[in-house]
Nanobody
Framework: QVQVVESGGGLVQAGGPLMLSCVASGRTFSRYAMGWFRQAPGKERELVATINWSGGTYYADSVKGRFTISRATAKNTVYLQMNSLKPEDTAVYYC???????????????????WGQGTQVTVSS
């Protein structure tokens, strides 16, 4: 009954901004961490950014300085603000939720309990 739904993906010109949203629903979450991962065709799924239960963040080197992860805790919602997008950012972006999260950061996809279906982000040159 837990649902994780991403939104906000689409086609954007290189250099432009795009914001993704993710909402988790279906149960009450106490402490949780959320993360964004992405997967390009033919490539492994990789970490983009994470945010812990207290708001601490972590970013992959490839997006550091360009992307910002934030959360609206009471709404079980996480955002990914993407700026200065590059064609290599093109991928399906997945939102993940880790319940009962007490750690400072969850960087491994195996740390997460629930996943969304993904939203496509395409950056054109």
């Amino acid at each position: 009954q837990v649902q994780v739904v991403e939104s906000g993906g689409g086609l954007v010109q290189a250099g432009g901004p795009l914001m993704l949203s993710c909402v988790a629903s279906g149960r009450t979450f106490s402490r949780y961490a959320m993360g964004w991962f992405r997967q390009a065709p033919g490539k492994e799924r990789e970490l983009v950014a994470t945010i812990n239960w207290s708001g601490g963040t972590y970013y992959a080197d490839s997006v550091k300085g360009r992307f910002t992860i934030s959360r609206a805790t009471a709404k079980n919602t996480v955002y990914l603000q993407m700026n200065s997008l590059k064609p290599e950012d093109t991928a399906v972006y997945y939102c993940a939720v880790r319940d009962n999260a007490y750690g400072l950061a969850y960087k491994n996809q195996n740390d997460y309990n629930y996943w969304g279906q993904g939203t496509q982000v395409t950056v054109s040159s």
